[in-house]
């Protein structure tokens, strides 16, 4: 099994080298990196040539919402530290002062490093707080105005809903599975997934259909070969202060789980044929019959004698 990291391995890398560099001493350099994350995310590194000791650190997302993340990105990172307007072409960038370096600057980094997943958990983080208040004012016998849900497209072809109640949160994603083969391998992989939750009975529940939840009854919900809907059912425990980070932390990066580990077992299914292959070829070259060879003796050559 193969665990992805939540944050982005080479933001951190870049910028860590960047502050070390700093610290010792040395003279800013120039700095342009971009890569690509999961979900078509990308990330841009880069300095202003007249001040090199200022880095942004910059995020492109589809499903960027600037009302529903603002607060709670400015509550990680500072809203001096954001830069209004970012980046051309980008949602987010976040300045690094190498002259002004925090003395817990490795948690700094790693913070920056989860541009993607704190976009990302302000949807949870709301509905997480919607749940709390829905349950006080149903023990209280109040009326609350029933909460929409947050729709989050964080692909072209893929949508995430989350809708809380008194008593729970509910995830929904769409997943495409194009290939035949990923269907069969998806199938099995969630089915282990309703095997786990018999074993752990906190563990949330985990549902899987090719048809639309009931509560997307009203919605834009895809339907389509290899269209799938994963449905889980966070409840307080998993929700409360405690255990909330954790939670979003694997849902963020569930979709890739799934289908990286599709992609992985697809693999190892193949080689594990070509090597089969291989063995049985190798049975059958030694299980081959030998051609037989003609052999010339004295008695069926022509002698031929000058006269």
Same mark, same amino acid.
């Given at each position: 099994m193969i665990l992805l990291e939540v944050h982005n391995r080479i933001i951190q890398d870049t910028l860590s080298v960047k502050i070390r560099n700093a610290l010792e001493g040395h003279s800013p350099s120039s700095v342009l990196v971009i890569n690509a994350d999961f979900d078509g995310v990308t990330y841009k590194i880069n300095n202003q040539p007249d001040n090199k000791n200022k880095i942004h650190t910059s995020v492109a997302l589809r499903f960027f919402d600037k009302k529903e993340s603002e607060d709670h990105l400015e509550a990680v990172y500072g809203k001096e530290n954001l830069l209004d307007p970012p980046e051309e072409g980008y949602d987010v960038t976040v300045v690094l002062d190498l002259e002004n370096i925090p003395e817990d600057w490795e948690k700094r980094v790693k913070e920056i490093s989860m541009l993607k997943r704190h976009a990302f958990a302000a949807f949870f983080l709301r509905q997480f707080k919607l749940q709390e208040e829905l349950s006080i004012a149903e023990k209280e016998n109040k009326e609350l105005d029933t909460p929409k849900a947050s729709i989050v497209r964080y692909r072209d072809d893929e949508t995430?809903?989350?809708?809380?109640? /008194?008593?729970?949160?509910?995830f929904v994603f /769409?997943?495409?599975?194009?290939?035949?083969?990923?269907?069969?391998?998806?199938k099995v992989f969630l089915q282990e997934f309703k095997e786990g939750r018999r074993a752990n009975v906190t563990a949330p529940q985990v549902l899987f259909s090719w048809d639309p939840p009931a509560s997307l009854a009203d919605t834009d919900a895809r339907v389509g070969e290899g269209v799938g809907y994963i449905t889980f059912v966070l409840f307080p425990r998993h929700t409360q202060a405690s255990n909330g980070d954790n939670t979003i932390n694997l849902i963020h990066l569930f979709r890739n789980y799934l289908h990286y580990h599709i992609k992985c077992s697809k693999a190892y299914i193949h080689s594990r044929m070509r090597a089969k292959t291989a063995?049985?070829?190798?049975?059958?070259?030694r299980a081959k019959p030998e051609a037989p060879s003609k052999k010339s003796t004295i008695m069926n050559r022509k002698q031929i004698v000058n006269t």
């Open positions: 995430m809903w989350i809708e809380a109640k /008194s008593d729970r949160v509910t /769409s997943t495409v599975l194009k290939d035949d083969d990923d269907i069969v391998i998806g063995d049985f070829l190798k049975v059958l070259n």
